[in-house]
C-alpha cells in the first residue's frame, strides 16, 4: 500500500514553523506535538524565516513600483498602436 500524504493547512503550518523559529522545544519535540515530520518542520522554518525581510522590507514597495512601471509601458504601447492605427484609417480613406 501506498503512503497518505496529509494536506496542512496554511495556518497550521504558519503555527508550526512559529514554534519552531522560538526554539523552546526541540525539532524531536514538536514532530511529536504536531504529527510532522522534523524535516517537514525544518522546511518550513527556512520558509518561513526567507519570506520574513518580504514582509516588512522593501520588496512589496519594489514589487508595486515594478506594476506600476510595467502598467505605464502598457498604456504607452497602447497609445501608439491606437495612433498607428488612426492613421492608417486615413490612408486608407484616401485611398478609396
Same mark, same amino acid.
Given at each position: 500500500?501506498?503512503?497518505?500524504?496529509?494536506?496542512?493547512?496554511?495556518?497550521?503550518?504558519?503555527?508550526?514553523?512559529?514554534?519552531?523559529?522560538?526554539?523552546?522545544?526541540? /525539532?524531536? #519535540? &514538536?514532530?511529536?506535538?504536531? !504529527?510532522?515530520?522534523?524535516?517537514?518542520?525544518?522546511?518550513? =522554518? $527556512?520558509? *518561513?524565516?526567507?519570506?520574513?525581510?518580504?514582509?516588512?522590507?522593501?520588496?512589496?514597495?519594489?514589487?508595486?513600483?515594478?506594476?506600476?512601471?510595467? /502598467?505605464? #509601458? &502598457?498604456?504607452?504601447?497602447? !497609445?501608439?498602436?491606437?495612433?498607428?492605427?488612426?492613421?492608417? =484609417? $486615413?490612408? *486608407?480613406?484616401?485611398?478609396?
Amino acid at each position: 500500500m501506498g503512503t497518505i500524504h496529509k494536506r496542512h493547512s496554511a495556518e497550521f503550518k504558519g503555527k508550526v514553523a512559529l514554534e519552531a523559529i522560538k526554539e523552546n522545544n526541540t /525539532l524531536n #519535540e &514538536l514532530a511529536s506535538k504536531f !504529527g510532522v515530520h522534523q524535516g517537514q518542520i525544518s522546511l518550513w =522554518k $527556512k520558509l *518561513l524565516l526567507e519570506a520574513l525581510p518580504d514582509i516588512f522590507g522593501k520588496a512589496k514597495q519594489s514589487k508595486a513600483m515594478d506594476f506600476t512601471k510595467k /502598467l505605464d #509601458e &502598457l498604456h504607452r504601447i497602447i !497609445g501608439e498602436v491606437t495612433v498607428e492605427r488612426d492613421w492608417l =484609417k $486615413k490612408k *486608407l480613406q484616401i485611398l478609396e
